[in-house]
Nanobody, 123 residues
Framework: VQLQASGGGLVQSGGSLRLSCAAS????????MAWFRQAPGKEREFVAA????????YYAGSVKGRFTISRDNAKNMVYLQMNSLKPEDTAVYYC?????????????????WGQGTLVTVSS
């Protein structure tokens, strides 16, 4: 499975961005997908996860109500719509895929990772 994240960039505080993640390869083995982020000098942290059907989602408390994760299985895509961005959202964002049917929040529980896309929010 290969994951390719895109859509990062520079945005002002309060602005919006949409990240995309394209999946290819043996995607039949994937069930849940997620976004993580890693700020300089910090550990990688969970942002949001979505089930295979797209019906179930789970968010970190810091982004709940501002970010929305979704997926389009026909296109093998996962998205992260980020609204009301704050400077503390600045990080490299990674998409990840898991063979687990349970929405996981720990990086070690994900089997496949994309290369990351940088989001910078200026104050």
């Amino acid at each position: 499975v290969q994951l390719q994240a895109s859509g990062g960039g520079l945005v002002q505080s309060g602005g919006s961005l949409r990240l995309s993640c394209a999946a290819s390869g043996s995607i039949f083995s994937i069930t849940s997908m997620a976004w993580f982020r890693q700020a300089p000098g910090k550990e990688r942290e969970f942002v949001a996860a979505v089930s295979w059907s797209g019906v179930s989602t789970y968010y970190a408390g810091s982004v709940k109500g501002r970010f929305t994760i979704s997926r389009d299985n026909a296109k093998n895509m996962v998205y992260l719509q980020m609204n009301s961005l704050k400077p503390e959202d600045t990080a490299v964002y990674y998409c990840a895929a898991s063979q687990s049917k349970i929405l996981r929040t720990q990086p070690r529980e994900y089997d496949y990772w994309g290369q990351g896309t940088l989001v910078t929010v200026s104050s």
